[in-house]
């Protein structure tokens, strides 16, 4: 069975232990870093969410797996609001796939 993991600050993965998401804390970028490497090396891993303030510092990490069915990389706002990052990742993945903006449309 496929399992959804959260990666992010303190505040920001507390509310996901209640949603039975698999929860990790990370006190930094480079934790969060190797986080994303040793979960999306379990095949049991679909989805890892990842908060908007570690996955705009490790980008390069999360581009690793851009082109993997699983796991899916989902970037959400984390503890303290949004930053945009995720939207702009969003953007980009549609552009890609679509061939054009479809969203925004600016």
């Given at each position: ?17 209640a949603l039975g998401f698999a ?15 040793t979960l999306a090396r379990d ?10 303030q570690y996955a705009a510092q ?49």
């Open positions: 069975m496929h399992k959804i993991a959260m990666i992010g600050d303190r505040d920001s993965v507390l509310g996901f232990m929860v990790y804390e990370a006190i930094d970028a480079d934790a969060a870093a190797t986080l994303l490497h095949p049991d891993n679909a989805v890892i969410f990842i908060s908007e490790i980008e390069a990490d999360m581009a690793r797996y851009k082109d993997t069915p699983l796991p899916a990389i989902v970037t959400i706002p984390g503890a303290n609001g949004a930053t945009g990052y995720g939207m702009r990742a969003i953007k980009s993945a549609v552009e890609r796939a679509v061939g054009a903006d479809i969203l925004f449309k600016e």
